[in-house]
């Protein structure tokens, strides 16, 4: 999981000679339908960005608890806001996670009356909310969200081309929104270890992609291989992780793998790390792509929309 195989330079990502991309995109071809986990190099993020989302992240989970509820997960639409240590559970073996987060979707920079984005949000629709005295975290963040969102939009085309679509196949399926950040704090877990308490429970991730920057120098991450063995995806400096998930599985039938990972953090020291979800709009039918059914491969999951099911995992991962 950390060979240089692993890793996958983002330079040519949006080259303007076509057959330059499509190198690439075979390279990420090999990733999805063999690990569903890659790293990536050079992908446009600047250091200082990365940096000032994080330190506002050490920030806001710093703050006492009863500041963190005012922004409690469970009183707002659809997931936006702050989950306290233990409230959510991925993996319905455990007994809940051990970390904090703090749950953002689209939004502009600069507020707009109608924002169009956010209003065809449907069934995920929900304002943020944010802390109403910690100066700049609001715009760290999202500058943050932002720049991500875009590495996400030139991600789009590459994973298109690797499946032998039109490079802009995904385009009038990602108009929207549909992107949900989280921000993750993991307290340090001392002690014996009981497995039914870990930081992240086994799960996949619910949307097409996932981009994830992981707190340097800390293992945490593991991803399961095709032998049922839990191997450590360690954080690499310079690198962003990026994974497949349900969505992509839906879409290609289960030719792009969405594997399961969780992150337990025995460091003995804070953690962080900044997940970034991307779906299709939320309005938009998860339907197998054709080239990726056959007589021998028919249609493995019935058809909804990426709203619901995004919607219906979050129910079922934050119990309510
Ligand atoms: O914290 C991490 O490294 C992984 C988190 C994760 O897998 C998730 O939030 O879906
Ligand atoms: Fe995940």
Known sequence: MHTDSDHRDLQNVS??????????????????????????????IPEIVIKRAVSASQIFFALPPEKKLELDIRETPNFKGYTPLLSSNLDPENAGDMHEGFEIGWEEMVPKVNDEK????????GANVWPGDLPGFREDVL????????????????FALALDLDYD??????????????????????GPVNDKVIGTGAHTDFEC??????????????????????????????????????????????????????ATNRSGVQRYSIPLFFGTDYDVKLEP????????????????TAGDYVKGRLKAAYGH
């Open 289 to 304: 792509i054709p080239s990726c059914v056959s007589e021998g491969h028919p249609p493995k999951y019935e058809v909804v």
């Open 118 to 125: 956010r209003v065809n949000d449907g069934a995920m629709a």
């Open 209 to 262: 992609f996932t981009i994830l920057w992981q707190e340097p120098g800390i293992q945490a991450l593991q991803v399961l291989n095709t032998q049922k063995q839990w191997v450590d995806a360690p954080p690499i400096p310079g690198t962003l992780v990026v994974n497949i998930g349900d969505q992509f599985a839906r879409w290609t039938n289960d030719i792009f793998k969405s594997t399961v990972h969780r």
């Open 169 to 190: 196949f995904f385009e009038d399926k990602t108009k929207n929104s549909a992107a949900i950040m989280n921000m993750l704090y993991y307290p340090p877990q001392t």
């Open 15 to 44: 080259h303007s000679d076509m057959s330059i991309r499509k190198d690439l995109a075979k390279q990420i071809r090999d990733a999805c339908i063999n690990v569903g986990f890659l790293y990536v190099t050079n992908h446009g």
């Open 143 to 158: 500058t943050y969200y932002h720049a991500a969102v875009e590495l996400g939009r030139k991600l789009f085309p590459l």
